[in-house]
């Protein structure tokens, strides 16, 4: 548990750097090295997928409980701000899709940090959280057109999507590069620049994260189990983590107490993130036919973290005109969330590990 302890107090590090130091002069740097450290991680976790074509049905069923676990945090908080903080409706549920998306870098990191790379919940997460990242792509884009207009680009975004989820399913580790740790780097760099070409050019957003697990998907590795076993290699992955998780800390916006009163502003923040992170226990109550009950809340707990993605949609709102206590209210959940990261995944353990048996 080392070394989730020590991506815990990085986590913590970034957060109140963030909020103590004035970056906006290095802020497009950092988010780039950002994007290039989850673009290696998610590159990881490609490099690594597997998938059963005989079950493809069960896939479904995992968009579907994905969708929902995203959608029921989203909806918690966006009815929260709704009651609470009497805004219009489409502001409540564009600044509420921060709760929805699972961070799929931290939690990689994290789980893997814990020893749990060859659990059942591990290898779920692997695919939920790409998904919910899909979804949260998905809800963002009718309220994007309330506040912006039609366009064609969002559209495009989802058809990108679906043609990266299917290029990963019908050509599945098949193709013949090289699989080591500067490879990674390097395929992580150029995903990023084409991305942000991508963006410039065509103003089509799609993220760092599905490419990333898409294309390292598409590489063809069968020793991809022991590529960190040089300890060199193991120590310089391990870097890149920790490196990603600060700078996801990092990534928090600026925030403040505006008209609220302390105790009546931490009241809000941790109800908002209890009814975030309840949305997720929805998982609890799928998968019964295949596992026992402490690793379904296992799974519903491992998907509790939250960050650059989550980071982003208040970004996203900020553009759009929205401050005030609310997005303040909303950057706190984000951060207590974050912090308790650690935590979250000593649950997962401690739910997993059972008798005779290792985390």
Not at 188 to 216: A, M, Q, R, T, Y
């Amino acid at each position: 548990m080392g070394l989730v302890i020590l991506y815990s107090v990085l986590l913590i590090g970034g957060i109140l750097f963030s909020q103590y130091y004035d970056i906006s002069s290095i802020k497009s740097g950092l988010d780039v090295v950002t994007k290039v450290c989850l673009a290696y991680i998610m590159l990881g976790v490609g490099l690594e997928f597997t998938i059963d074509k005989k079950r493809i049905k069960d896939y479904g069923f995992d968009f579907l409980f994905a969708f929902l676990a995203a959608a029921l945090p989203w909806i918690f908080c966006g009815l929260y701000f709704i009651w609470f903080f009497q805004i219009r409706w489409e502001s409540a549920f564009l600044i509420g899709v921060f709760a929805a998306p699972t961070s799929a870098g931290v939690l990689f990191a994290m789980l893997e940090a814990a020893g749990l790379k060859q659990t059942w919940v591990f290898k779920k997460a692997q695919v939920l959280a790409v998904f919910d990242d899909f979804d949260a792509i998905l809800l963002l884009i009718p309220l994007q057109i309330i506040f912006i207009g039609f366009r064609p680009e969002l559209v495009y975004v989802v058809f990108c999507v679906l043609a990266l989820l299917t290029l990963a399913y019908y050509k599945l580790h098949t193709v013949k590069i090289p699989p080591g740790l500067f490879w990674l780097i390097g395929y992580g760099i150029g995903i990023v620049l084409l991305v942000e070409l991508i963006k410039h050019n065509f103003h089509i957003d799609i993220g760092v994260l599905l490419p990333s697990f898409v294309f390292g998907a598409l590489i063809a590795a069968e020793n991809a189990q022991a590529r960190t076993s040089i300890k060199w290699v193991y120590i310089s992955d391990n870097i890149l983590k920790a490196l990603f998780i600060f700078l996801v800390g990092c990534s928090l916006p600026k925030i403040g107490t505006e008209s609220l009163s302390i105790w009546i502003l931490a009241l809000h923040v941790l109800a908002l993130t209890v009814l975030s992170n309840l949305g997720k226990c929805f998982l609890f109550f799928c998968y019964r036919k295949d596992t026992i009950w402490k690793d379904r809340l296992a799974l519903s707990v491992a998907m509790f973290p939250r960050g650059e993605v989550g980071a982003g949609v208040l970004f996203t709102a900020m553009g759009y005109g929205l401050s005030g206590s609310v997005m303040n209210v909303a950057g706190l959940s984000l951060a207590l969330n974050l912090c308790l990261t650690g935590l979250f995944i000593m649950i997962v353990v401690k739910l997993i590990r059972r008798e005779g048996q290792g985390a």
